[in-house]
């Protein structure tokens, strides 16, 4: 009876006889541009963040203390451009700003022309940290605008957060600040209009 031959499966082997080490094959990427078109894409991204982080302070805002301004009333201290009535840098609560208006209750500023175009007035109002969180200090902010009452805030203390505010102000001409000092008198009723400025959208 006829012995079947034997199928032995032998391991690679070299022209020298020993062992081929097989070494796994990575697939090329079918494009050769997609590391490329990734870092482009994410260049792309990091520059749209850029612009939304720009803190809503586009280059076409206008700040108040960039405009030429009239003091009408200021008790104990005029008013103070990017700083407060001490000089300090302008602080309410636990955050500082680079722009605005430090004012002493009582006071008052006149602006005789919104710029053209501009259709709002904003602002982060509160007493500034320098009269000191257990100070007395109380104050009333308000917004006229060609002799109209445009905005009146509620009492404002030492040690309240800020209070952020919008004001219409399209096709209007002129822009007051007034801030009180809510009936109890002004001891250290140190207050800022911080980064006031207009909007043109």
Same mark, same amino acid.
């Given at each position: ?34 590391? #490329?078109?990734?870092? #482009? ?15 809503? !302070? ?5 700040? /108040?203390?960039? *405009?030429? !301004? ?16 001490? &000089?300090?840098?302008?602080?309410? $609560?636990? %955050?500082? $700003?680079?722009?605005?208006? &430090? ?6 500023? /006149?602006?005789?022309?919104?710029? @053209?175009?501009?259709?709002? /007035? ?21 917004? *006229? ?5 445009? !905005? ?13 505010? !919008? ?6 001409? %002129?822009? %007051?600040?007034?801030? %009180?000092?809510?009936? @109890? &008198?002004?001891?250290? @009723?140190?207050?800022?209009? #911080?980064?006031?400025? /207009?909007?043109?959208?």
């Amino acid at each position: 009876m006829q012995q079947e031959p034997q199928i032995i499966n032998e391991p690679n082997r070299n022209s020298c006889g020993n062992e081929k080490e097989e070494v796994a094959q990575i697939p090329r990427s079918a494009n050769p541009d997609w590391t #490329a078109g990734r870092l #482009a894409a994410l260049i792309v991204l990091a520059i749209v963040c850029a612009v939304l982080v720009w803190n809503a !302070y586009t280059p076409i805002d206008i700040f /108040f203390t960039d *405009l030429k !301004y009239e003091v009408l009333a200021g008790d104990r201290f005029d008013p103070r451009s990017d700083a407060t009535v001490e &000089g300090n840098p302008l602080r309410i $609560y636990h %955050t500082f $700003y680079p722009k605005g208006l &430090g004012v002493h209750a009582n006071s008052e500023v /006149f602006l005789r022309f919104i710029p @053209d175009g501009y259709s709002f /007035f904003t602002a982060e109002i509160g007493v500034d940290h320098e009269a000191g969180e257990e100070s007395s200090a109380s104050v009333i902010f308000t917004v *006229l605008s060609d002799g109209t009452l445009l !905005y009146e805030s509620p009492i404002m203390k030492s040690g309240m957060p800020p209070r952020q505010i !919008y004001v219409h102000v399209k096709n209007r001409k %002129t822009l %007051t600040l007034k801030v %009180t000092d809510a009936g @109890d &008198g002004n001891d250290s @009723d140190h207050a800022d209009w #911080a980064m006031a400025r /207009f909007l043109a959208r």
